[in-house]
């Protein structure tokens, strides 16, 4: 047993560790009666991912991942829940009468495409030079050089969504005073 | 098949990309509460971005196109999530309720 096939062994046995947390962390999402607990389940599902992106050679990415989505996305969405549900937490992620079709149509859509990825042949196209182990100044320089533009607009994105964000979510309190008058 | 369980190729990353999908799709579909499904919104992004970043490491290593279009995903998850949840706090304070089945009072 040489030392390459133990690498791929281990790398093989790491991705199916952090898949199956990542399937089961989102069927957990998806079917637990709790919201509070399937929040909790999508960092746990966000974390593995960031898992899966350091054995795709993206650890900046992982790194991101962490912060914005097991970080602060997760705990917006706290935020939100204890905002937004009042009564009783037991039974906040119901189902609604949709359940056989939607079903229906997304086991069609996943084994279509599973078949198909399945099947394709990327053996012709792949690249046999490995990720350069210094991904961020590469990735820095892209920023500055080739993508500046769409970097500038996603930071453009990013001010005007929060600003609506809070102009959306304060905005009610005048108008509440106004009918009130009426 | 001794090939399948030790080397793991592109394919694999992109079959759990599209169950990954199937089941934010399907939680989408078929969930009543407006939170879970921007929840199951960010399931489908995370699996795009799983397709992004295993092209980038195993098409084109030398070109980062697939990381640097992550991070963009990444931000535009960010900014959706925040809009989206200040739409539902504000639909909440008017009508009580984020149950999908009752907000449809743009139909017609």
């Known amino acids: 047993m040489d030392i390459n096939f133990l690498y791929d062994f281990i790398v093989a046995q790491a991705f199916y560790a952090v898949a199956t947390v990542i399937l089961l962390g989102a069927l957990a999402v998806v079917f637990l009666p709790n919201i509070v607990h399937a929040v909790l389940m999508l960092a746990v599902t966000f974390i593995a991912v960031a898992g899966l992106f350091l054995l795709l050679d993206a650890p900046f990415i992982a790194a991101v991942m962490v912060f914005v989505y097991a970080g602060a996305v997760c705990l917006m969405i706290v935020f939100a829940v204890m905002l937004i549900q009042r009564r009783h937490m037991k039974l906040t992620n119901v189902f609604n009468n949709q359940l056989k079709v939607g079903g229906a149509v997304v086991a069609l859509t996943v084994a279509v495409m599973a078949y198909f990825s399945a099947n394709a042949r990327w053996s012709d196209v792949s690249a046999v030079t490995a990720v350069p182990k210094d991904t961020m100044n590469f990735l820095a320089e892209l920023l500055m050089t080739k993508y500046f533009v769409a970097f500038e607009a996603a930071a453009i994105l990013l001010t005007m969504a929060l600003t609506g964000a809070i102009m959306i979510a304060r905005e009610v309190k005048a108008n509440a005073g106004s009918t009130d008058d009426n | ?108």
């Open chain 2, 1 to 108: 098949m001794p090939d399948l369980l030790t080397t793991i190729s592109l394919n694999h990353y992109v079959v759990l990309s599209a169950i990954l999908f199937g089941i934010g799709l399907f939680g989408a579909l078929v969930k009543r509460n407006a939170i879970t499904v921007l929840l199951c919104i960010e399931i489908m992004l995370t699996a795009v971005m799983i397709n992004l970043l295993a092209f980038n490491k195993f098409i084109t290593p030398m070109d980062f196109t697939g990381q640097i279009f992550s991070i963009f995903v990444i931000t535009v998850a960010a900014a959706e999530v925040g809009v989206g949840l200040a739409i539902l706090i504000a639909i909440y304070r008017n009508q009580l309720t984020v149950n999908l089945d009752d907000l449809d009072w743009l139909k017609w």
